[in-house]
């Protein structure tokens, strides 16, 4: 399974944009790029996901560089609801068990 | 619309104990996931499920965990006897058939094991 990289820990500002990075440099052709949220004591929550383009959504954007060995979620306005761990994760599409291989992810922390 | 329902929320036993989960997916969503979640990490897939049936259970530790979804709606998570180890949440997540890519998780149970 390809691996994903992510820094541990992010702070940014209130009402400022944010940018989230991850590495993939393994990831195959058949791979999506999916971003799921934690907010505290809660379950995961689906964000944005993608193949090759870039996406757009209402709560993310998702930028996926041209060889595809990283992308980025964008927030577009962070708020204190935004703090949470983001998890950038590698799907096969090819994988008819729609498997998630979830890392450690991103905290980020958003100061007001 | 509701939203994936777990109980309880909080489950403190002692090892050798037996201890039960209870999962109500969305309603419609044919496909059900448990996963067990530690301190610092991301999920980990337990047990999926397509209707009634364990279509992957590989990384279910069986000598002591179990589950079921009998009618293919709510399902049951149960360990026993309960370790320290075992000590983590246990997420259960669903999906709707054809829209596997987005998962919807329930709040969680937090296990504590002394």
């Known amino acids: 399974d390809a691996k994903t990289t992510q820094p541990n820990s992010m702070e940014s500002n209130e009402e400022e944009p944010v940018h989230l990075p991850c590495n993939h440099s393994?990831?195959?052709?058949?791979?999506?790029i999916h971003w799921y949220r934690q907010l505290p004591s809660q379950g995961p929550e689906y964000v944005i996901h993608?193949?090759?383009?870039?996406v757009n959504n209402r709560m993310a954007s998702l930028a996926i560089a041209e060889d595809r060995k990283s992308s980025t979620l964008i927030l577009h306005r962070a708020t204190l609801r935004d703090a949470a761990v983001y998890y950038c994760?590698?799907?096969?599409?090819?994988?008819?068990?729609?498997?998630?291989?979830w890392g450690a992810g991103t905290k980020l922390i958003i100061k007001p | 619309e509701a939203g994936v329902v777990q109980s309880p929320r909080y489950k403190i036993i002692e090892k050798k104990q037996p201890v039960a989960f209870w999962c109500n997916p969305i309603?419609?969503?044919?496909?059900l996931y448990w996963y067990r979640q530690n301190l610092g990490q991301g999920p980990e897939l337990l047990i999926r499920y397509e209707n009634e049936e364990a279509v992957d259970d590989s990384q279910l530790p069986k000598d002591r965990f179990s589950a079921e979804r009998l009618k293919g709606v709510d399902s049951t998570l149960k360990i026993q006897p309960a370790e320290l180890g075992d000590s983590a949440v246990y997420l259960c997540?669903?999906?709707?058939?054809?829209?596997?890519?987005?998962?919807?998780f329930g709040p969680g149970t937090r296990l504590l094991v002394l």
């Open positions: 309603s419609g969503h044919n496909t």
């Open positions: 993608g193949l090759t383009s870039n």
């Open positions: 994760i590698l799907r096969d599409v090819g994988d008819s068990n729609y498997q998630l291989i």
């Open positions: 393994t990831i195959s052709g058949t791979d999506y």
């Open positions: 997540a669903s999906s709707l058939e054809g829209r596997r890519e987005t998962q919807y």
